[in-house]
């Protein structure tokens, strides 16, 4: 192929929906479709899905992309793929996909066994192992929840993919994991690249069970004709391992080298730098990053906060916005760049969904310091200001450790917001990079599909290649002051209430424990 002749396909697949891009060797969307399907949550606590959804929802993209780029399908150089993460789907032995209620990253029914596991991985130093606390997000947890309480399903099940593994299952017939998902399972060891037969062990998961490991860029497989009549592809078309989509997300923000970070902003917040090894601290969490060489050491904020303002209290500004023809969310912003920095006294702790390592499940969300004065305006700041001022602690913890970070890229819903990223960057204290054309996690499974091609040589350059930058916004120094006194208080404020969101949780539940 030329190289105005090269094209790769990316697949994402998501929660809420599946998206195909077909992008060129320069990183431009050439074509593009989306295909959303349900979410089932039969009781509190519980989020499960059909990977036969993901399937059927990812064949149709292709298929649509194919159809609008009208690029003939022998031309596409490789395929990526990215996946939500922590879902375990069992195959049987003959490859047959066995359960139709698949456990997502975000079910907690396996809370009970992580508490019954902490003593012994503790006493393990399972930390210093994996990197990580234990929290129910990680897969080997939902399996070993499975053993207990699905015990058939365990026995039968000869091979636990993820996500975005299924998905390379069904195009080649080959079975792998690759380093950013093996990481999420808690049976991964950090230190060697492998499984952990200790981890195994006590956990109670059959290492046979779990697939071979395998580079994100290294081609797994080819398209099988089987595949191709139901995608349209063309049989033998390379596909790569991928990755869970949050490190496909931030492979596609450019962050591909040491000390380089990246803010995502949307229904979850987090803040992510690329380290050379986990730095091993219980109030972080680490994922092998799709790239090769490093991790992402991350602090996380599951708040959701300023949509369910935009929705609970803020009808007339939206129906205002509607009236406007612009987003309800460009309005509030809009309105509260005239509010000063730190709200004229407003604080926000945005725990609407509690917390994950900073404090505790029972966080909750408060308004902090409410006066007649304070108005929408003032809230929609707050909210902004304490999202930040809550990723700004995991931030501390990562360059206390002596990593250095110098810009910060920003991505996700809030990155279109300049106010938030003027305040984020006058929070930080460091500058925030927008992207001119972030494509999501589809785009960094089109760069593994890249490397993987043989198109670029690594990660790192193929990034330079498709990722543009957009816009830079500088800290000022001034604002920075007046932001280190509010976050200091609300420093003061996250840990003094810990006690007391433990005490209204036990009062709500009405266990009389006080």
């Keep these: 192929m030329s190289g105005q002749d090269i094209y790769l396909l990316g697949i994402d697949v998501g ?3 599946a998206r195909v891009a077909l992008v060129n060797q320069d990183g431009e969307v050439v074509a593009g479709s ?3 399907y349900d979410l089932s949550c039969p009781r509190p606590g519980w989020a499960q899905q059909d990977p036969e959804l993901w399937w059927e929802a990812t ?5 649509a992309v194919l159809e609008q780029s009208g690029i003939r399908p022998e031309r596409i150089a490789a395929i990526g793929s990215a996946g939500q993460m922590h879902a375990p789907v069992p195959i049987d032995g003959r490859g047959r996909l066995i359960s139709r209620e698949v456990l997502l990253w975000c079910d907690k029914r396996s809370d009970p066994q992580c508490e019954e596991l902490k003593p012994r991985l503790r006493e393990a130093g399972s930390l210093q ?3 990580n606390p234990v929290v129910p997000a990680w897969t080997g947890f939902k399996m070993r929840w499975l053993k207990e309480n699905e015990p058939d399903l365990y026995r039968r099940t000869h091979r636990f993919l993820s996500c975005n593994g299924y998905i390379n299952y069904r195009l080649t017939g080959e079975m792998y994991n690759d380093p950013s998902e093996a990481s999420g399972s808690y049976l991964f060891d950090a230190r060697t690249g492998v499984w952990s037969p200790e981890l195994c062990d006590i956990l109670g998961i059959d290492a046979g069970k779990l697939p071979p490991i395998a580079g994100s860029s290294l081609v797994i497989g080819r398209v099988t004709p089987e595949a191709a009549a139901l995608t349209g592809l063309a049989a033998g078309t390379p596909v790569v391992a991928g990755g869970g989509d949050m490190m496909c997300l931030i492979l596609g ?3 591909a080298t040491p000390g380089m970070a990246c803010d995502i902003g949307g229904t979850a917040c987090d803040v992510s730098v690329f380290v050379p090894e986990p730095l091993y601290d219980q109030r972080l969490m680490h994922l092998h990053h799709v790239a090769p060489g490093g991790w992402i050491s991350f602090g996380i904020l599951d ?3 300023f949509k369910w303002f935009r929705d609970e209290f803020c009808a007339a500004e939206v129906t205002q916005a509607v009236v406007k023809g612009i ?8 309105r509260a760049a005239e509010v000063p920095a730190g709200g004229e006294g407003l604080l926000f702790l945005p725990y609407l969904l509690g917390e994950r390592t900073l404090g505790t499940s029972a966080s909750r969300a408060v308004f902090f310091g409410l006066t007649p004065r304070h108005g929408i305006a003032h809230c929609t700041r707050a909210i902004l200001e304490g999202i930040a001022f809550d990723l700004r602690q995991s931030l501390e913890i990562i360059t206390a450790k002596g990593v250095v970070v110098d810009s910060i890229r920003t991505v996700g819903g809030s990155a279109k917001s300049p106010l938030w990223n003027q305040i984020k960057a006058d929070i930080y204290k460091n ?4 992207l001119a054309n972030f494509e999501g996690g589809v785009m960094g499974a089109v760069i593994l599909a890249a490397v993987g091609a043989g198109i670029y040589p690594y990660a790192a350059a193929a990034t330079a290649g498709m990722v543009k930058v957009d816009q830079v916004f500088e800290p000022c120094p001034e604002t920075a002051q007046v932001y280190d006194r509010f976050y200091r208080m609300f420093k003061e404020l996250h840990d003094g209430l810990q006690p007391y969101f433990v005490r209204m949780a036990r009062t709500v539940r009405g266990d009389g424990h006080e």
């Excluded at 500058?431 to 927008?434: A, E, I």
Aim: proline share 0%; glycine share 12%.
């Design 15 to 17: 929660t809420e929906s």
């Design 34 to 36: 989306r295909q959303g």
């Design 59 to 63: 064949v149709k993209n292709i298929r």
């Design 129 to 131: 192992v994996t990197g």
């Design 253 to 255: 923000a450019g962050i």
């Design 303 to 305: 708040s959701g906060a």
């Design 327 to 334: 987003s309800a969310y460009d309005l509030l912003t809009a």
């Design 431 to 434: 500058r925030m990079v927008t």
